[in-house]
């Protein structure tokens, strides 16, 4: 059983252009989570997801960031018109039953 | 009041040593509770999940205070490569969102 993967794991966007993260959650596992860390700073929530659901966005911010979790394929964090402040860890996690969480190697995107 | 709360560290110990982290949690609804372990620049991996009768995994010891909403982790006999970030995490609602705190950072030295 293959572990979460997250691709790509390193990303570099200039300013203003559009940054799509991927996270395939481990088989049998619909509930997915989105973390943000930034350099020498703790994980913060971003958005908690199951198929086809936005079940919390409360980390979301409200412009230019957004998340889905298809019936198909792997759960899309996308973020448009990235500066520099978005450049970060971001990792994915996937649970079975919404308790333990196991985490994906992240994504570390660089805005230039 | 953030919705987790650890002291961020350092803590430095030497080989051997018993350390104790404790995390404070503001919602009393909370429901589950773990301990991560994140290395330098590497995903957080699950150490141990915490129960009420509190729980125990070789070297390492876990407690839930319900009461004072505040779980522990008790590492005995301290070695190198324990040296991390500790993530006190904490899972509330029907939704059961887990919130991380920003961890706890220990540095193991000879």
């Known amino acids: 059983n293959a572990g979460v993967m997250q691709n790509p794991r390193h990303l570099v966007r200039r300013r203003g252009q559009e940054a799509r993260l991927r996270c395939s959650p481990m088989k049998g596992h619909s509930h997915v989570y989105w973390y943000r860390q930034l350099p020498e700073e703790g994980l913060k929530f971003m958005v908690y997801l199951q198929k086809e659901n936005i079940i919390d966005e409360s980390g979301m911010p409200k412009e230019r960031f957004s998340a889905e979790f298809p019936k198909e394929g792997p759960s899309i964090l996308r973020i448009q018109q990235v500066v520099r402040g978005d450049s970060a860890a971001y990792f994915c996690?996937?649970?079975?039953?919404?308790?333990?969480?196991?985490f994906g190697q992240g994504t570390r995107l660089t805005v230039v | 009041r953030k919705e987790v709360e650890q002291d961020p560290g350092p803590f430095n110990v030497p080989e051997g040593a018993t350390v104790a982290f404790n995390c404070t949690y503001s919602?009393?609804?909370?429901?589950?509770f773990f301990w991560y372990r994140q290395d330098c620049r590497k995903e957080p991996k699950l150490l141990m999940s915490?129960?009420?009768s509190g729980n125990e995994d070789g070297r390492f010891t876990a407690q839930l205070n319900r009461a004072s909403q505040y779980i522990s982790l008790l590492i005995r006999d301290s070695k190198l490569s324990d040296s991390a970030t500790y993530l006190c995490?904490?899972?509330?609602?029907?939704?059961?969102?887990?919130?991380f705190g920003t961890g706890t950072r220990l540095q193991v030295t000879l």
């Open positions: 996690a996937s649970s079975p039953s919404a308790f333990e969480a196991f």
């Open positions: 915490v129960y009420s």
């Open positions: 995490v904490v899972g509330t609602g029907t939704a059961s969102k887990l919130t």
């Open positions: 919602n009393s609804a909370s429901q589950s």
